[in-house]
Structure formats: structure tokens, C-alpha cells
């Protein structure tokens, strides 16, 4: 039996055009692997430790080998507890819109949560970095008004993309497959049509994840 872990990342719930696409995955994907668990974090309604004062001491007491104190230990238990929950998946799904041609806020704070040297990733001067969370498929639903077509001047603008490639990749994920609602509010009947054809292919996509 394996584990899904879905992660949601927009808070129009289900009006949101990349939400609704990877809730049709996740129904396809129960009715086909009935015996996986699927757990579901929505970013936006979790209680997420900030990242500042004991939390930020206590990750370079880490990083200099010291000994944690209680209160450094007491913030520390919280990053460590979001990092466990999300490592313990086998294969993930991650639902996210484009705000200011990146990723919304809260889906920031939740990865920089993850990023953890000794946890998601490691450093060697021999081997550089090395991502940590290996072996596991990732699909990723992307929604954004416009379109950033590659080789265009507006490729640049598409920081979503290549931030979570790049971050993901960098935990140690190398099956990431993407799918792409656009654009929701330049052209809402083209984007509703790209939406439908996705989830048209959505049930072949669930028997092979």
C-alpha cells in the first residue's frame, strides 16, 4: 500500500481552476488504487510556524553541530513534524495558481519549511548538494491568467514553473509531470476547454501514477 499526499494551494477552494483539476486526479486516483491512503494538506488552512526568531536559531544550532536547549527543541519539533508528514508520502500531487508570476505565498512558507539541510537535502564538498526525498512521482497542477510560451518575452514572467521545478528537483524529485490551465483570465473559455480536455485524460493518468 502506498500513500498520496495532495497538497493544495490556493484558497478559492474548488472555484480554482487548478484545484479542480487535481481533485478529479485524486477521485480517479482513489477509485483506481482503492487500498493507497490519500492524505490532503490544503497550505492555506494549515498553522504553519513562522520562520524567524527561535525557528531560525534553532536551525543553525544544527547546521554548527550545537545541542538543542527546551525552547530551541520546542520550535525546531514543529518544522521537524511538517517535514516528517511530508517525507512519510510515496507520491505526491501539488495543486497551485500563479499570484505575481510565482506561487502563492503559503505554498512559499510550506516549502521553506521543507528545505532543510540533513532532511530534504545534504551538502559535501564532494558531492555538492544532494537532494534527499528520492524515488517518487510528482504531479503538479499549474493555473495562471495568461500564457508564458517558451521562446516568447513572456517566457521570463513564468517564475511558477521554474521555481517549484527548480526546488523540487533540488529535494530530489526527478518524475514531475505537470499539467497547465491557462489562461483562466486572458481567455476563460480557452482555459475552461484546456481544463476539460485534462480531465478527460485524467482517469489514464491515475492508473499510471
Same mark, same amino acid.
Given at each position: 500500500?502506498?500513500?498520496? !499526499?495532495? &497538497?493544495?494551494?490556493?484558497?478559492? +477552494? ?23 491512503? #490519500?492524505?490532503? $494538506? ?5 498553522? $504553519? @510556524?513562522?520562520?524567524?526568531? *527561535? ?6 544550532? %544544527? *547546521? ?5 536547549? @527546551? ?10 513534524? %511538517? #517535514? ?22 503559503? $505554498?512559499?512558507?510550506? &516549502?521553506?519549511? !521543507? ?9 559535501? @564538498? ?11 512521482? *510528482? !504531479?503538479?497542477?499549474?493555473?495562471? +491568467? ?17 521555481? %517549484?521545478?527548480? &526546488?523540487?528537483?533540488?529535494? +530530489?524529485?526527478?518524475? &514531475?509531470? @505537470?499539467? #497547465?490551465?491557462?489562461?483562466? *483570465? ?11 480536455? !485534462?480531465?478527460?485524460? #485524467? ?7
Amino acid at each position: 500500500m502506498s500513500k498520496l !499526499l495532495y &497538497i493544495k494551494a490556493s484558497p478559492r +477552494g474548488d472555484r480554482a481552476h487548478s484545484t479542480s483539476v487535481a481533485q478529479a486526479f485524486v477521485d480517479a486516483y482513489r477509485t483506481r488504487q482503492p487500498a493507497d491512503e #490519500i492524505a490532503v $494538506l490544503d497550505v492555506f488552512k494549515m498553522d $504553519l @510556524p513562522p520562520f524567524d526568531g *527561535l525557528t531560525v536559531e534553532a536551525k543553525y544550532v %544544527i *547546521l554548527h553541530g550545537e545541542k538543542h536547549g @527546551p525552547e530551541h527543541r520546542a520550535a525546531w519539533s514543529a518544522v521537524e513534524k %511538517i #517535514i516528517e508528514e511530508f517525507k512519510s508520502a510515496d507520491k505526491y500531487v501539488l495543486s497551485t495558481p500563479m499570484w505575481n508570476f510565482n506561487i502563492p505565498y503559503k $505554498l512559499k512558507h510550506y &516549502i521553506d519549511i !521543507l528545505v532543510q539541510p540533513g532532511y530534504t537535502f545534504s551538502f559535501s @564538498p564532494e558531492e555538492g548538494y544532494k537532494g534527499l526525498v528520492v524515488g517518487k512521482p *510528482l !504531479l503538479v497542477v499549474y493555473a495562471r +491568467g495568461g500564457q508564458y510560451p517558451p521562446g516568447t518575452d513572456y517566457e521570463a514572467f513564468d517564475l511558477q514553473t521554474k521555481y %517549484i521545478e527548480l &526546488i523540487m528537483r533540488f529535494m +530530489g524529485f526527478t518524475d &514531475i509531470r @505537470p499539467l #497547465i490551465v491557462e489562461p483562466t *483570465l486572458m481567455d476563460p473559455a480557452a482555459a475552461k476547454q484546456k481544463k476539460d480536455n !485534462l480531465i478527460a485524460g #485524467i482517469d489514464k493518468l491515475a492508473a499510471e501514477f
